[in-house]
């Protein structure tokens, strides 16, 4: 088997892999999204060039395995995209695949995580050969612009971000979301007329936010947090609306996506209650380094 790194003409082919692979719970890899649009925007918001973020395994000329990694040296963590793999022999071309990809990734970075189907159960038995640990179950929720369906809410002041916000904004996102993988000086980073950050403000303080993106055609909700003493005041239903409303703003913007904790009752409940419903549901694992 030869191990190399995808030249630019070979991307095309390498993502037609991707595609074809995640269509299927049974191979399909969660930080990818599914279908050809949310894949390429997926590999779009990678934070190194493609061609220095895989490993493309071939024999005899053919494709027959895709490895990716993503990595953040500010939170110290490194995201696998795989293995994707198209051979009876799927495990031990995943280890080598593995071997080789850990040449990729910084000392610095001390954390792996893999993110599977629940259905992709060769993933989750290379997960467990390897050492990862299962640290989350999450459901992919997704909401069709028909289905959207009235909720009351707070009489809240729902504003944009402003720079005066952040310490409180700061704050906020690490208790509610500890290191998660954006920091809050990253998520301000990132506005544009694409991402947008809501706040919910009251006497001047910070007591909610809800973080969301506009895709070409879907929208995406990152992260959507109350401060834990103003909850189930409908300042949650507040700010999901106001963002709801922003990313259904242009028409061939149809569907709205999330990914959620699977056993998070508060969360699931305030997305059914508003149309979400369940795609499919994903487990991350993570591993540290010795
Ligand atoms: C999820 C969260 C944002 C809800 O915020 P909130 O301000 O409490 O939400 P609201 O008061 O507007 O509640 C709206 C609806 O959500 C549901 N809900 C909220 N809290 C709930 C709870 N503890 N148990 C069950 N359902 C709950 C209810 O359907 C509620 O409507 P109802 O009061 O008419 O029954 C808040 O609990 C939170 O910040 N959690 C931590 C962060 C998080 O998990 N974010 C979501 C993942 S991205």
Same mark, same amino acid.
């Given at each position: 088997?030869?191990?190399?790194?995808?030249? &630019?003409?070979?991307?095309?082919?390498?993502?037609?892999?991707?595609? @074809?692979?995640?269509? =299927?719970?049974?191979?399909?890899?969660?930080?990818? *999204?599914?279908?050809?649009?949310?894949?390429?925007?997926? &590999?779009?918001?990678?934070?190194? /060039?493609?061609?220095?973020?895989? +490993?493309?395994?071939?024999?005899?000329?053919?494709?027959?395995? %895709?490895?990716?990694?993503?990595?953040? /040296?500010?939170?110290?963590?490194?995201?696998?995209?795989?293995?994707?793999?198209?051979? /009876? =022999?799927? @495990?031990?071309?995943?280890?080598?695949?593995?071997?080789?990809?850990?040449?990729?990734? /910084?000392?610095?970075?001390?954390?792996?995580?893999?993110?599977?189907?629940?259905?992709?159960?060769?993933?989750?038995?290379?997960?467990?050969?390897? *050492?990862?640990?299962?640290?989350?179950? =999450?459901?992919?929720?997704?909401?069709?612009?028909?289905?959207?369906?009235?909720?009351?809410?707070?009489?809240? #002041?729902?504003?944009?971000?402003?720079?005066?916000?952040?310490?409180?904004?700061?704050?906020?996102?690490? $208790?509610?979301?500890?290191?998660?993988?954006?920091?809050?000086?990253?998520?301000?980073?990132? &506005? =544009?007329?694409? @991402?947008?950050?809501?706040?919910?403000?009251?006497?001047?303080? %910070? &007591? *909610?936010?809800?973080?969301?993106?506009?895709?070409?055609?879907?929208?995406?909700?990152?992260?959507?947090?109350?401060? $834990?003493?103003?909850?189930?005041?409908? +300042?949650?239903?507040? !700010?999901?609306?106001?963002?709801?409303?922003?990313?259904?703003?242009?028409?061939?913007?149809? !569907?709205?996506? !999330?990914?959620?904790?699977?056993?998070?009752?508060?969360? !699931?409940?305030?997305? #059914?209650?508003?149309?979400?419903?369940?795609?499919?549901?994903?487990?991350?694992?993570?591993?540290?380094?010795?």
């Amino acid at each position: 088997m030869n191990i190399s790194r995808p030249t &630019l003409a070979q991307l095309e082919q390498m993502l037609e892999f991707i595609i @074809h692979h995640n269509q =299927d719970g049974e191979t399909h890899i969660g930080y990818y *999204g599914k279908g050809e649009t949310e894949i390429r925007e997926t &590999l779009a918001e990678f934070a190194h /060039p493609l061609e220095e973020s895989f +490993l493309l395994a071939w024999q005899d000329r053919e494709l027959v395995s %895709v490895f990716g990694v993503d990595y953040d /040296p500010e939170i110290g963590r490194a995201w696998l995209y795989g293995p994707q793999v198209a051979s /009876p =022999d799927w @495990h031990a071309i995943a280890d080598e695949h593995y071997a080789a990809i850990q040449e990729l990734i /910084p000392e610095s970075i001390h954390e792996q995580e893999l993110f599977f189907d629940f259905n992709n159960k060769r993933g989750q038995e290379f997960s467990a050969r390897h *050492g990862f640990l299962v640290h989350s179950s =999450d459901a992919v929720l997704f909401l069709e612009r028909d289905a959207l369906r009235p909720v009351p809410t707070a009489p809240v #002041q729902v504003c944009d971000y402003n720079e005066i916000f952040f310490p409180d904004f700061e704050a906020l996102h690490q $208790s509610i979301f500890p290191r998660t993988y954006y920091t809050a000086r990253q998520i301000v980073e990132k &506005l =544009d007329d694409k @991402h947008r950050l809501l706040l919910a403000i009251e006497a001047g303080k %910070v &007591l *909610g936010y809800h973080f969301c993106k506009r895709e070409s055609q879907s929208g995406y909700i990152d992260f959507i947090g109350t401060d $834990s003493s103003v909850r189930g005041k409908g +300042l949650g239903a507040a !700010l999901l609306q106001a963002g709801i409303a922003w990313m259904f703003e242009p028409a061939q913007i149809r !569907l709205i996506e !999330l990914t959620v904790n699977a056993n998070n009752q508060a969360a !699931l409940q305030l997305y #059914q209650k508003f149309g979400f419903a369940t795609k499919h549901i994903l487990c991350g694992y993570r591993k540290r380094a010795a």
